[in-house]
């Protein structure tokens, strides 16, 4: 397939500690991303987490999204739940209301919602929880008008979909830790570099079955995922940082 034809950005899930544990390197990670994606107290976070992660990003000038999960600190968010489609519009809309406290707070708008965990993949799998949950992603503000929050999904699945279907600015995403199965699904690799660079330049993975998996990118906005609580999650993003800068000069993608 042909390279990603727009201009890449990096993304990376953060403020995922919980009182006095700290979960990642944010403070490294920060001045190297450009999307944040905070979590806001289902999952993982805590009210001076939120605070203290929404005031750094501000200070490096980076974009702000919700980063909702499942209600399961004991297990960060990663193990399935059976919730009514009401359950599920209505814990993401207060975790994102949680989150635009600490935005409000700070005069900086809501920029994008990521949902975590296994609520990510039980929305790429089932279109109709996908549609409970955006149901809960409000309308932004644009001067006097008003506009839709964009949701980070998986292209060419029910991410993408319900999306489109509901009017939701749909934001492609890579990525830069995790490798693929043919069926969607990712856990961390060893090979960072390699697997990043099949994604740029021929929109497309090798699985760990041997397969070659096509990302139907299309022209989508398109972000590129690290995870704060990766081994190595510095030197992943530093790595990925170089890479994307390289691919979005090389293009002029600026």
Request: proline residues 6%; aromatic residues 8%; contains cysteine.
């Amino acid at each position: 397939m042909a390279p990603i034809q727009q201009k890449v950005f990096i993304n990376v899930d953060l403020g995922e500690g919980y009182g006095n544990f700290k979960c990642g390197p944010d403070d490294e990670l920060i001045p190297l991303i450009d999307h944040a994606n905070v979590a806001c107290g289902f999952h993982a976070g805590d009210p001076l987490i939120m605070a203290e992660t929404v005031k750094t990003c501000k200070q490096h000038g980076i974009a702000i999204g919700a980063h909702p999960g499942l209600p399961d600190i004991q297990g960060f968010g990663r193990r399935e739940m059976k919730l009514s489609a009401e359950e599920l519009t209505a814990l993401t809309r207060y975790q994102i209301g949680a989150l635009k406290a600490f935005l409000d707070a700070e005069d900086v708008p809501l920029h994008h919602v990521k949902p975590h965990g296994v609520l990510y993949g039980m929305m790429y799998r089932d279109p109709e929880v996908c549609r409970a949950v955006y149901l809960g992603v409000p309308k932004g503000k644009l001067l006097f008008l008003q506009q839709r929050t964009p949701v980070f999904g998986l292209a060419g699945t029910h991410h993408e979909t319900v999306a489109k279907d509901l009017g939701l600015p749909f934001v492609a995403e890579l990525y830069g830790d995790v490798k693929y199965t043919s069926s969607g699904t990712a856990w961390t690799p060893e090979e960072t570099k390699a697997h990043i660079a099949s994604q740029l330049n021929h929109s497309s993975v090798t699985a760990v079955t041997g397969e070659t998996v096509e990302l139907p990118i299309g022209d989508h906005e398109v972000s590129l995922c690290c995870h704060s609580d990766s081994p190595g999650a510095v030197e992943i993003v530093q790595a990925a940082r170089q890479m994307v800068d390289d691919f979005n000069k090389s293009r002029n993608y600026v």
